[in-house]
C-alpha cells in the first residue's frame, strides 16, 4: 500500500524523533504549515529547520536583515517541538568573520539553541579548532560535526553542549555506510550514559531515499548497545 504525500510526516515520525528542515533554508514557511506539521507528530518530537540561505551567506550573517526577525518569529510556533536551529555557514565563511558570527550569536534567543555546521578548511587547523571548541562551549552553542568522504578534518567528536548534532552524508549504502553508522550508535550511547541530553543525527544520501535504510540500520545498533 502506497503512503500518501500528506501522510509522509506522521508515519516518518512513528520511526523516528526529530527532522532536519532544510525547506527553510530556501524559503520560510507559512504559519498555517508549521502548524500543520506540528499536528501531525507526537509530543517529544523535533523539526531542527536551517537558517536561511540569504542570511548564512550574508557577510555579517544579516543581523541586521528583517528576514531574520521574521525567521525566528516563526520558528516560536514550533513550541516545543523545536530542536536545535541549523547555521550551515558557507564554505568561504572563514576565520576573519569571527566578529560576524559572534554578534549573531550574542544576538541569537536565548530561548532557541544554535548548531553551526563550519566547513571552511582554517576552522580545522589544530590550533583554531581548540579555540572554537573552548568558544562555542563557553556560548553553549552545538558545533555540528560532519561525517562526509574527503572532508575527514570537519568529522569530529568535540562536545559543546549538552546537544549534539551529527550530520552523515553515505556512499549510495556501500557497506561502510552501515559500519560508520553502527560506530556512531556506540558513541552516541557512551554519551548518553555519560550525561548527554540529546542527539540529533541526520542522515544523507545521493538518493534520499536510501536513508532509510541506514538509518533503520542506525537505530537498530543504537537499541541494542
Known sequence: KLTKVE????????NFQSIELNSTYYALPSNSAILD????????????PKIPGALAN?????????????FLTGMELFGEHLGPLL????????LSRWKALVKFIRLFPKNMKLA?????????????FKKLVDHMRAFGVI???TDVAGRRDVCHTALTSQQVMIRFTGNG????DFNRSKEWAHLISKWLDQGLEEAFFFFHQPVEGDCVD?????VKNFKIV
Open 7 to 14: 501522510d509522509y510526516l506522521s508515519l516518518y515520525a512513528e
Open 37 to 48: 506539521w506540528c499536528a501531525k507528530v507526537p509530543k517529544g518530537f523535533k523539526f531542527c
Open 58 to 70: 550574508e557577510r555579517n550573517l544579516g543581523v541586521e536583515d528583517p528576514l531574520l526577525k521574521d
Open 87 to 94: 547555521l550551515q555557514l558557507s564554505p568561504y565563511f572563514d
Open 116 to 128: 553551526v555546521e563550519f566547513r571552511h578548511h582554517e576552522w580545522f587547523f589544530s590550533k583554531n
Open 143 to 145: 558545533l555540528v560535526c
Open 173 to 176: 549504502l556501500h557497506k561502510s
Open 214 to 218: 541506514v538509518a533503520m540500520d542506525f
